[in-house]
């Protein structure tokens, strides 16, 4: 009896050694991350802190860019009025010689998928030639032609991976020409000022290839006419885009432009074709 008494006395007597070691270690021993996680200190908020949200991705919620840009284009084709044609052949040099005022530019929203985007070029140039007349004394002839095309499109992104987006889009184009002619003093009162305006539908597409993080490649074109009002009205770019900050972003490339209208006396079959160089300023 006295022997099991002393058995069990030294079991609870080693177990008690056991216990206070392991307190005593525990107190030695720092909190856990999870422990301090959860046990407020007394100097911090006791209001637990949110997680941090996720990173918006690129191509989500909305954005909004503007890019002024600057076409050296030459021309060439027939235009006429009032069935009487001409053929031109002007290069960038030739334009830009003549060149009067002028506003080029191109917009482009988009929200998630959806896309909306407008790009508007305006031109007038003008020549004053002195004219070999006998008799009449000085006499000068004054030219004067205008150019406005703007191209409306809506429309939605496709593919919208990483490495390779393609947007399908659909719209309108609007074109305006007009032409002046003067002499100077007047000739039998002889003034031509004649113009044309039409709408053409048009279906496009475009294409963007990331080439890291800071440059895109875009390939860009859109068909319409079909004889509704012109005969055939298309246009198609290739740009190369480097963002230098944040918000801008330098653009280069080149562009072709055609059109063939043929109505109401009034004809304009030209291409339109040069290098551009602009910026993009990106709002959001």
Known sequence: MNSSLRLLGAILAAMSILIFCRTASAQEQPPSADMQAQTPSSTSSPT???????PATEDGGGHLTFTPYLWFAGAHGTVGALGRNVSIHASPGDLLSHFDIGLMGA????????LLTGDLMWIRLSDSKALPFTGLGAVSADFRAGELVWTSK????????EK??????VGARFWHFSEKLSFNPSLLGINVNPSQNWVDFVLGGRVQLPMGKKTVI???????????????DYQFA?????AI????????GYRYLFIDYRRNAGVVNTVTSGVLFGATYKFK
Request: proline letters at 5%; aromatic letters at 12%; a positive charge.
């Open 218 to 232: 875009d390939l860009a074109g859109d068909v319409g006419g079909w004889g509704a009002q012109a005969k055939l």
């Open 48 to 54: 637990p802190v949110p997680a941090a949200p996720a």
């Open 164 to 169: 390779f987006k393609a947007d399908f889009l």
């Open 245 to 252: 900050s944040s918000r801008w972003a330098l653009v280069a």
């Open 154 to 161: 809506m429309g939605y992104r496709v593919i919208n991976s």
């Open 238 to 242: 290739a740009l190369l885009s480097h």
């Open 107 to 114: 917009a482009d929203a988009r929200y998630n998928r959806y």
